[in-house]
């Protein structure tokens, strides 16, 4: 059994917006092989109800949502579906419909990018893809985050592997609302350790109280990688152990990793990252504000980046 078929045996049903139920087998053709994520499959396809246009559809593990969602039970925490449902902004993946499977399993389908993810262009140090446009990337991926915290959700998962470019590399997308939460007390108190651990702000790490700040830590060390193609904590651990790293030893400044960035905006990424909450960039807003004041992402002449 193919892996399509293996995630067609999953589902059933017609699809409808706001929880129907939806048949992949019936529905769907198969355009992109399917990619297995923490908590989903994630596959590209025609969808043969809307005239073969592409599409993303994520289906969910059950189980693994479950034991997620069982934590915020008396809450009444909104599913990563109707969060996505939410979200309509032109650097954030438009979510189209929600449902679920004959056998229980969420669905949601969703527009579909086919750029590379940012996590592939700073692995494989893909400068290609970037010359010339990281501050207007910059710029767009700060306005994502001010959308999701103007609606009042932490996203909880910022992370280069979730900000895809546009096919034509003059733009980006957030993507993946499995981790987001309100933004309201009872999902900020002590205790919910969830993230990718390299970008992980050490008071989820230390299960501490959070707020929108944890966002902004993982946004810092995304441009920082963004920029210099490398971590600001380099080092062969990439488990949750790493994280332990970002309140005990200090980050490579981002001058030093990379010479030829700008002191400007070096000096605004290095407080998204400041592991002390209280002398972290306290809100997107101010971040953007300190964005409007840098004219280059590299000085002219400068030394190259430290690779």
């Known amino acids: 059994m193919g892996i399509f078929d293996s995630v067609k045996s999953m589902l059933g049903g017609s699809g409808k917006s706001g929880g129907g139920k939806i048949d992949l087998k019936e529905r769907f053709a198969l355009e992109r092989t399917a990619v297995t994520g923490t908590m989903a499959k994630f596959f590209a396809a025609k969808d043969l109800h809307n005239d073969g246009k592409i599409v993303g559809v994520k289906v969910l ?42 056998d229980g399993n969420p669905v949601l389908i969703m527009e579909y990018i086919a750029g590379p ?92 109280p959070t707020d929108k700040r944890v966002d902004l830590f993982s946004l810092g060390v995304t441009y920082y990688c963004l920029i210099a193609f490398r971590h600001p904590w380099q080092g062969d651990e990439v488990t949750g152990r790493a994280a332990l790293h970002h309140d005990t030893s200090p980050p490579l400044p981002l001058t030093t990793a990379c010479p030829n960035v700008s002191p400007a905006l070096a000096r605004t990424i290095m407080q998204m990252i400041e592991p002390k909450v209280d002398d972290r960039t306290p809100t997107i807003e101010h971040f953007i504000q300190s964005l409007a004041r840098v004219k280059e992402v590299y000085v002219e002449g400068a030394a190259s980046p430290a690779n």
């Not at 925490?77 to 679920?100: C, D, L």
């Open 61 to 102: 593990d059950p189980e693994k949502v479950e034991a997620f969602e069982s934590r915020f039970r008396h809450l009444k925490k909104p599913s990563e579906g109707e969060i996505a449902m939410k979200m309509h902004h032109r650097n954030i993946v438009e979510t189209y419909e929600v449902g679920v499977s004959t």
């Open 117 to 208: 993810s940012m996590q592939n262009i700073i692995v494989k140090k893909q400068e290609e893809h970037v010359a010339g446009r990281r501050l207007a990337l910059i710029k767009s991926m700060a306005e994502a985050l001010r959308y999701v915290h103007a609606l009042e959700f932490i996203h909880r998962d910022i992370c280069p592997r979730n900000f895809i470019l546009t096919p034509d590399r003059k733009d980006v997308k957030l993507i993946d609302f499995g981790l987001t939460v309100p933004a309201l007390p009872p999902y900020m108190a002590p205790g919910n350790r969830t993230g990718t651990p390299l970008y992980m702000s050490p008071e989820i790490v230390r299960r501490r």
